[in-house]
């Protein structure tokens, strides 16, 4: 099982929560949605793809119909 929360802290950017001392967070954008996917949030509705070039791709699981069927404008 892949650990997307530490997954996201190592690739995303780094946010620091206000009242607890030095707990950092990682901030990724969903690829169909563009909202924010936190480290600290449930990640059940989550999915992370690793492609063949390297990149790490992370959507919700209602947003996986806009990336795949979406086509490259010309």
């Known amino acids: 099982m892949v650990d997307k929360a530490k997954i996201i802290r190592r690739v995303g950017e780094e946010k620091t929560v206000l009242g607890k001392k030095r707990c950092l967070i990682g901030l990724v954008k969903?690829?169909?949605c563009g909202t924010e996917i936190r480290s600290d949030e449930d990640l059940s509705e989550v999915e992370y793809v690793k492609t063949k070039r390297g990149s790490?791709?992370?959507f919700h699981r209602r947003c996986r119909d806009q990336i795949w069927k979406s086509?490259?404008?010309?």
């Open 56 to 58: 790490d791709l992370f």
């Open 71 to 74: 086509k490259i404008p010309q």
């Open 30 to 32: 969903c690829q169909g």
